[in-house]
């Protein structure tokens, strides 16, 4: 005879966490950057045992860098909570309890004497409070779960205590799975000897050809001197120019921009140097000019190529003394302003032309500081599309939407003529395609929505995706030759070890053997 479920039976109930508990661990085990897993994390065991707000941390202390990697995520608190609970996790009993692996378990904290003396346990009434690692015991903690105040009224019960520590001892597996993914990137990634010593806000990108730009970087950004960044349109001058003013001695000064090839002729020196009232037209009043304003920091000039003759003149005698007229005066002024220079323009191609003045090419290019294409960092192409794909969704409003495998190997085998700028937008174009018709992952039609799903014919292979099949079946067979010792293959191939290693993530391949 089967059992009849009697409402209300707590074992019938604690069956139902359990259940609803691997359903959650096979949710998280999907998740494949520790971003993503945390906020999952988060959300679900505060939803599993009814909390009101939630904190979750991870860390890393046997990583590469040299300080601990944090991951944070919170849930229902302010920024000023989150910063009461990020204190309280760190010091007094909750310290010591994560130190030891055991899980700390307080009914109401403001009569508890443990918390009571506490300034923000009595401002905000704190009731139920339960603190579990992560990790299994005191010898593998990776991080700690904190959740506050329930739902309903009263401590959190025995079994969701027990619930949130079988929790998290699953989260430390798939967490350590991706934190030794991380390590291993780390260990191998070019970049990183630049990433400990410059500051480098947004900068996205580990390929072997973004190392070489680092290191370049590393070189020129504490010398006080003119550079001219070259290459192509869309490769990410202008944030180079940035993170160089950043690493420099003027840092914290002004760093003032000006695109040559957006101002009108007319109105070019004025915008650089300045000009009297009355100098022209539009100078109703004195108008002050970049020099001026870049006083002490930098001065970009973008697309400089496209500067006039008689601007250049000028500018050339700026960089030789130090001096400049605004229009309309016959008194000098000074400026103690760092130059930089992008174009993307053949200067020395212009120079034979007579478009472009060959001394002040010298002056300009002291240090010249190439950067490359997005087909010469094919490898940074996930990585860029994840954090666009982030900063659309924040800005347009959208929860976090993950690319699918076909959306990502579409745009790696895809050319970007327009490089990393033609790649943002068509990434958030693609974000708001996928999150206008409530999508959770965008498809490869989202970013390329002119070849839909199929073709009735199959469209020749461009060059660059013949070269790419190629090194990646070549790669692939040294690999599977070699039993995968990756030294050994970058020998026979006569690559760098990182290089081959870039590949390998570039390609998505894996051991099957």
Request: charged share 25%.
């Amino acid at each position: 005879m089967a059992q009849r479920e009697v409402p209300g039976d707590p074992s019938l109930e604690r069956l139902r966490q359990e259940r609803d508990l691997y359903r959650t661990l096979l949710e998280l085990g999907a998740h494949d950057s520790i971003e993503q897993l945390i906020e999952t994390a988060l959300g679900l065991v505060t939803s599993m045992v009814h909390a009101r707000k939630g904190y979750l941390e991870l860390f890393d202390d046997r990583s590469a860098n040299p300080e601990p990697l944090r991951w944070e995520v919170a849930q229902g608190c302010s920024d000023a909570e989150v910063a009461e609970i990020r204190d309280v996790v760190s010091h007094g009993i909750i310290a010591e309890a994560v130190a030891s692996g055991e899980p700390v378990v307080t009914a109401s904290a403001v009569l508890d004497q443990r918390f009571r003396d506490r300034r923000s346990v009595q401002q905000n009434q704190i009731e139920a409070v339960l603190c579990v690692p992560i990790g299994n015991g005191s010898e593998s903690v990776t991080g700690v779960v904190y959740l506050q105040d329930r739902t309903a009224r009263g401590p959190f019960s025995e079994d969701e205590v027990a619930l949130t520590q079988m929790f998290a001892r699953h989260l430390a597996v798939f967490a350590d799975r991706l934190l030794v993914k991380r390590r291993l990137r780390d260990e191998q990634d070019a970049t990183l000897p630049y990433r400990k010593v410059l500051r480098l806000p947004n900068f996205v990108g580990h390929s072997a050809a973004t190392a070489d730009t680092l290191a370049q970087v590393s070189l020129v950004a504490p010398v006080d001197v003119c550079v001219l960044l070259t290459g192509a349109s869309g490769t990410g001058k202008t944030q180079l120019a940035r993170i160089l003013h950043e690493n420099s001695r003027r840092a914290g000064q002004p760093f003032v921009e000006l695109n040559c090839a957006a101002i009108p002729e007319t109105l070019l020196e004025s915008e650089l140097f300045g000009a009297m009232a009355g100098a022209h037209s539009t100078a109703t009043r004195r108008i002050d000019g970049k020099l001026d304003a870049a006083e002490h920091g930098t001065l970009f000039l973008d697309e400089v190529g496209e500067l006039t003759l008689a601007t250049q003149a000028k500018l050339l005698q700026f960089l030789q003394s130090r001096q400049y007229y605004p229009l309309g005066s016959n008194k000098p002024r000074t400026a103690d302003v760092r130059l930089i220079a992008a174009t993307n323009m053949d200067l020395a191609l212009a120079v034979q032309e007579k478009r472009f003045r060959e001394d002040l090419r010298y002056r300009l290019q002291v240090m010249p500081l190439r950067v490359p294409s997005l087909a010469e960092r094919s490898s940074d192409i996930p990585e860029l599309m994840e954090f666009f794909a982030a900063r659309a969704c924040q800005a347009h409003g959208f929860g976090r939407l993950k690319f699918a495998p076909s959306a990502l190997q579409a745009a790696l085998n895809a050319e970007w003529p327009g490089n990393v700028r033609q790649l943002e937008h068509a990434v958030e174009a693609a974000v708001i395609r996928s999150g206008g018709r409530g999508s959770t992952v965008i498809e490869r039609e989202h970013l390329f929505p002119g070849e839909g799903r199929a073709s009735a014919e199959p469209r020749a292979q461009t060059f660059q995706q013949a070269t790419r099949q190629f090194q990646e079946r070549l790669l692939l067979d040294t690999l599977r030759e070699t039993g995968w010792n990756v030294k050994q293959a970058a020998e026979r191939l006569d690559i760098a070890r990182s290089h081959v290693y870039s590949l390998i993530r570039s390609f998505g391949l894996t051991r099957c053997d």
